[in-house]
């Protein structure tokens, strides 16, 4: 099988990291390119004592970081694509709203987060009889510890058509995706981002938005 350049040197540079599958390069190589389109450092480079990042669609990240000792820091960025320009010549431009999260709220999440065991859930392809899609929502977790780094994936994880609310890895991700949204009202800020938004023609996920 023939692997895209890209995902081949992100497999070979994240070896000495653990083992990471051809699914989870792909998200890498994902998250990794909107990572430098909202101005962030790549995880497994940034060297803080945790850091979790969650995903959502290209749309949306949290992230909260355990700086050293008692300093923590995170933020919420809402993200979408601005289309313009022509059909010959399309422009595109990202345009980003990002929130600071209080550092009590962020230690306060992380420990959560990690009592929802965050840092050892496994990717859901690792989960016999998972479901995998392409529409819908994917919401992609990274985590960053001194000396490690892990990528994994959950498609429709709240979606009781789909999952096994039983198992345990649902669970967990339930979990955690309610805790973040209690905590952040993540819906209601991205839908701000959007109402604020001014005419013109927008990507943001799977999602393609004409406001007039």
Request: glycine share 6%; no cysteine.
């Amino acid at each position: 099988m023939k692997f895209p350049l890209l995902i081949v040197v992100l497999l070979m540079s994240l070896s000495a990291l653990g083992q990471i599958t051809e699914r989870q390069a792909y998200w890498k190589s994902i998250v990794d390119k909107d990572a430098k389109e909202l101005g962030m450092a790549t995880l497994d480079s940034a060297g803080n004592v945790k850091t979790y990042r969650i995903w959502y669609n290209s749309m949306q990240v949290v992230e909260l970081i355990h700086l050293n000792d008692s300093i923590f820091d995170g933020h919420i960025l809402n993200y979408v694509t601005k289309n313009s320009g022509t059909r010959k010549k399309p422009m595109k431009e990202t345009l980003i709203h990002r929130i600071k999260i209080p550092p009590l709220t962020v230690r306060k999440l992380i420990d959560s987060l990690h009592n929802a065991n965050i840092e050892t859930l496994p990717d859901s392809d690792e989960i016999e009889g998972y479901p995998q899609g392409f529409d819908g929502r994917n919401y992609v977790f990274e985590i960053g510890t001194q000396g490690s780094y892990r990528i994994y994936s959950y498609w429709e994880p709240e979606n009781e058509q789909y999952q096994n609310g039983s198992l345990a890895e649902i669970i967990n991700v339930r979990k955690i995706l309610r805790t973040l949204q209690t905590e952040l009202s993540l819906s209601k800020l991205f839908s701000g981002f959007i109402n604020r938004l001014p005419k013109g023609s927008y990507t943001y996920g799977i999602t393609n938005l004409v406001k007039l």
